[in-house]
């Protein structure tokens, strides 16, 4: 029996977050911030005792899942700090994990699973890096081997499409890791994607058997 209640994809812009974000800012990516909070009530109901993130920031990469996810969650916050390595290192990073999980002595269904990071930043001229062929066909071939659970491909996209300027693919991988190692049913459910200010903002629940 799995100790794996909940796992997501969450992004982190810091407009997200109500002392940042203007009114506009927020009308823009509306419908990232509903799947958030519905992402937020899904993992309220769980109740796990234990919150594993992944992210590739030690600012907001944190910061703006947890205000969404966790705003009265009272257990142990457990966080992974995802370096250049390789996507295949941090699933296989991922994998390891989960025999870790699979020994601690917590009672049954205690764990929730969290990947901070946004997509390709190359989405529009305006954006913070331009544009750039790779960002749209990164973001579209990711979110489409999600769906197909192709993690093969998935663990390929960067040599794919190495000009996307992408920050949360390895965190991705990690998140895959886990739930690969942990030998349940997973099927992803993508709630959001948008790219109003030409970064794509990915909110994803896994659905867990």
Not at 158 to 184: K, T, V, W
Request: with cysteine; glycine share 8%; hydrophobic share 40%.
């Amino acid at each position: 029996m799995t100790k794996i209640v909940f796992a997501a994809i969450s992004p982190h812009p810091p407009l997200l977050l109500p002392n940042v974000g203007s009114p506009e800012d927020k009308a823009e990516v509306k419908n990232t911030i509903s799947a958030l909070e519905k992402l937020g009530k899904n993992l309220k109901e769980k109740n796990p005792e234990k919150i594993i993130i992944s992210s590739p920031h030690l600012d907001w990469g944190f910061n703006v899942p947890l205000h969404f996810l966790a705003k009265i969650f009272k257990g142990e916050i457990k966080t992974f700090l995802t370096g250049l390595e390789s996507p295949d290192f941090w699933f296989k990073k991922g994998e390891k994990l989960s025999k870790e999980i699979n020994r601690d002595p917590t009672p049954v269904n205690a764990y929730a699973l969290i990947a901070s990071g946004d997509m390709s930043h190359c989405l529009k001229e305006d954006g913070p890096y331009g544009f750039h062929s790779d960002g749209p066909k990164f973001d579209k071939a990711l979110i489409e081997a999600l769906k197909e659970k192709d993690i093969t491909t998935i663990l390929k996209l960067d040599e794919l499409y190495p000009q996307a300027g992408e920050c949360g693919l390895r965190s991705f991988c990690f998140l895959l890791g886990i739930l690969e190692g942990s030998n349940i049913g997973w099927c992803p459910e993508i709630l959001s994607y948008q790219g109003p200010f030409g970064v794509g903002y990915l909110v994803a629940n896994f659905k867990l058997e």
